[in-house]
């Protein structure tokens, strides 16, 4: 447990589980989800990663599926799934329904943080960017497990797309308020950042600006006005984004970099 709080809030909790399984409370004054998931791989030494949300929760059988599928492919370094709300719809994202390898390309309709799960010795040898994802005080709100795959992949790790495989978590959206308006901005703006990042050809980052537009068009055709202005809010984040500076060599040197060894200190 990465604890980023200041005061002894998250004790209760380790308490109340400590008895249940091994629970190493680890107190960090970085911030940031990235910052945390950092800190937590330094001292990860599990055959299995995997980041949930603190708001998403795992179907009984998940886990066992996860495991079934890498003893099956011991080629395979990581899996992802499919986010759903409790009616099996997907959630947050338009996830694509058919499975597959991940791709640069397919990668944005493929993943999730929520539902990434990887071999921890493939998992140990990166780590998330800090200026992009929640809490990172950048502009760059999202895009930080994008990024995190792009990683393994530049490195030729081979990673699956089951849908089946569901975590459930919340739709996050409507109501169309100003904190959905605002988180559509910072997502987008995480998106558009890493495709810069990562040096995207010019197809994929126009392709990723038509999308967001036609729905702005399709909504206020419709006079579906509060959803016309939310997805202006993505494509106006993601053009941000897009148009960010970024030192490209330098980004390429960073993602090829592997990671300091994992600590291996015992629970």
């Not at 010019?202 to 939310?230: F, H, I, N």
């Not at 040197?253 to 200190?265: F, L």
Request: hydrophobic share 35%; net charge positive; aromatic share 8%.
């Amino acid at each position: 447990m990465v604890d980023q709080n200041a005061d002894d809030r998250l004790a209760p909790v380790v308490d109340a589980y400590g008895d249940l399984y091994p629970i190493r409370h680890l107190r960090t004054k970085r911030v940031g989800a990235s910052a945390a998931r950092n800190e937590g791989l330094r001292y990860s030494c599990s055959d299995v990663v995997a980041f949930p949300d603190d708001d998403c929760r795992y179907p009984p059988d998940l886990l066992q599926k996860v495991a079934r599928f890498f003893d099956g492919h011991p080629e395979v370094d990581g899996l992802t799934g499919r986010l759903v709300d409790v009616q099996g719809r997907s959630s947050i994202l338009d996830f694509d329904l058919e499975p597959g390898p991940l791709d640069a390309m397919n990668i944005w309709t493929r993943s999730i943080e929520a539902t990434m799960f990887l071999r921890g010795k493939s998992a140990r040898r990166f780590r998330f960017d800090e200026t992009l994802g929640r809490g990172s005080g950048t502009a760059w709100e999202s895009g930080e497990g994008s990024d995190y795959l792009l990683q393994l992949l530049s490195e030729g790790a081979s990673l699956y797309y089951d849908p089946s495989l569901g975590v459930i978590h919340p739709q996050p959206v409507p109501p169309y308020d100003a904190k959905a308006m605002r988180r559509a901005y910072e997502y987008g703006c995480g998106r558009g950042r890493v495709l810069s990042k990562h040096g995207y050809p010019l197809r994929a980052r126009v392709g990723t600006l038509v999308e967001p537009l036609k729905r702005v068009m399709v909504c206020a055709a419709s006079l579906r006005l509060a959803q016309a202005y939310y997805h202006w809010n993505v494509l106006r984040g993601r053009s941000r984004g897009l148009l960010s500076k970024v030192d490209v060599p330098q980004a390429r040197a960073a993602r090829a970099k592997k990671a300091p060894p994992a600590s291996r200190e015992s629970p």
